[in-house]
């Protein structure tokens, strides 16, 4: 059973910099599509935002909005990625999601939250 775990969440000021991580287990994670996405926690309705996503052979997408700022990566021995996001603004703040995505199937971690306020 596939389990993903993030963490690295926090609360920074405007233009401070987080680091998320998420480890997998319980999945053959070379197979898996990679990603984050975030959600507003206040706006549930809302669907989760693709953030980043990234593909074995290190090919990532970005969304315009973080395009520059946010760096994914993955490590497919130690089976984790990451996301390096730098100049953070009050409208990255959101609840982070881990998901792992092939075809047929889909899984998810828990959410870390990042808040960027002053």
């Known amino acids: 059973q596939a389990h993903l775990v993030e963490s690295g969440g926090g609360s920074v000021q405007p233009g401070g910099s987080l680091r998320l991580s998420c480890a997998t287990s319980?999945?053959?994670?070379?197979?898996?599509?990679m990603g984050w996405y975030r959600q507003d926690p206040e706006n549930e309705r809302e669907e989760r935002e693709l953030v980043a996503d990234i593909i074995t052979g290190g090919s990532a997408y970005y969304a315009e909005s973080v395009k520059g700022r946010f760096t994914i990566s993955r490590d497919n021995e130690k089976n984790m990625i990451f996301l390096q996001m730098n100049g953070l603004k009050p409208e990255d703040t959101g609840v982070y999601y881990c998901?792992?995505?092939?075809?047929?199937?889909?899984?998810w971690g828990l959410g870390t939250q990042v808040t960027v306020s002053s």
């Open positions: 998901n792992g995505r092939r075809i047929g199937e889909s899984h």
């Open positions: 319980g999945m053959i994670f070379s197979s898996y599509i």
